[in-house]
């Protein structure tokens, strides 16, 4: 019976440093290490270490896609200061590293020298806010030029090696969903060298408030661009002027695009053609395209002294694009008659 206690005795301390080797390691993670939030929703992830020791120098990049994350703020865990030392943090956020993917960059270091800390703890709370409706994953950049844990020996120290466990947000609705329904010129003749103001109408279908930029264009040219922002369920008339001084005589087609929001995924109606624009030769403004004459003189005496809100309103005889037919609008017309 002694002889069996001995034996045991004997295994028990042989494995026990054979499990504390095993047990041994330092990671680093998301918590929540998976997280459900509503589309709109900011909100905090903490990152922690487990133990990990003599830590004076921290740094992680951490990568999510920016349809559905971006990166508002991040603040200082109490980690390193758990001994009564000093530390300094930082953090920049690049929600737009590239097309696909946002970044968040954030590291501490303890001051002074003084010793390095041992355990588990906070380390950083980083914000973010759910900014279109799908699932990324938080994933740590494992170039050791981002991210590192370094020890408090003096520089350029010592690394501590480590492991990370990614993390994971689900984001339920849907972001912003813009949509352009109607481009609309307020008149299809325009005489070459004259404006004309073109209305663009969008709405957001979507879950959140979209902010975007969108262009206007004839043919290929650029007419221009704006941005704007609208609210859940809001809508919008923005108006561009076209001049088209240098625009070739003929028939030009116009269509606008609105550039999707950070967010949005449903883009098929991010386009809208309307059709045509007619720029003719100064003062030729009547059906009969090719010359100034009668047919222009009588458009334009019929619709004189009109404004927007009278019976007789024609704009295409407002040449001028002044929101009155008057005098100027007929010495156009004369100064060209055939």
């Excluded at 809208?272 to 059906?287: K, L, M």
């Amino acid at each position: 019976m002694i002889g069996l206690a001995i034996i045991m005795l004997t295994i028990s301390l042989i494995a026990l440093p054979l499990n504390k080797t095993q047990a041994a390691g330092t990671t680093v993670q998301f918590v929540p290490q998976t997280s459900t939030v509503d589309a709109g929703t900011t909100f905090t992830i903490n990152l922690t270490i487990a133990d990990v020791t003599n830590l004076a120098v921290w740094e992680f990049r951490i990568f999510y896609l920016n349809v559905v994350l971006n990166c508002t703020s991040a603040a200082k865990g109490p980690f390193l200061e758990k001994n009564g030392d000093s530390s300094f943090f930082t953090f920049a956020t690049y929600n737009t590293y590239n097309a696909t993917y946002g970044c968040v960059l954030l590291g501490a270091s303890l001051l002074g020298a003084v010793p390095g800390v041992n355990g588990s703890g906070l380390l950083a709370r980083i914000t973010f806010k759910a900014v279109g409706g799908g699932d990324t994953q938080l994933v740590f950049d494992n170039d050791p030029t981002w991210s590192f844990l370094k020890d408090s020996t003096p520089p350029p120290r010592n690394p501590i090696p480590y492991t990370t466990v990614d993390g994971t947000v689900h984001v339920t609705g849907s972001g912003p969903d813009i949509a352009i329904t109607n481009v609309s010129p307020v008149k299809n003749v325009v005489c070459q060298g004259y404006s004309v103001n073109i209305n663009v109408t969008t709405s957001n279908n979507g879950g959140l408030t979209g902010t975007f930029n969108l262009t206007l264009y004839a043919d290929a040219a650029l007419i221009g661009n704006q941005t704007v922002t609208l609210g859940i369920g809001g809508s919008n008339v923005t108006t561009f002027l076209w001049a088209t001084a240098g625009v070739p005589i003929g028939v030009h087609t116009i269509w606008a695009y609105a550039q999707p929001a950070v967010g949005e995924t449903h883009v098929a109606d991010n386009n809208f053609t309307d059709g045509s624009v007619r720029i003719t030769n100064p003062g030729d403004i009547a059906a009969e395209f090719g010359t100034v004459d009668i047919f222009d003189v009588v458009l334009c005496a019929l619709a004189f002294g009109a404004e927007p809100k009278s019976p007789n309103w024609n704009p295409i005889a407002d040449i001028n694009n002044d929101a009155i037919i008057d005098i100027f609008d007929i010495v156009v017309v004369a100064i060209h008659f055939a």
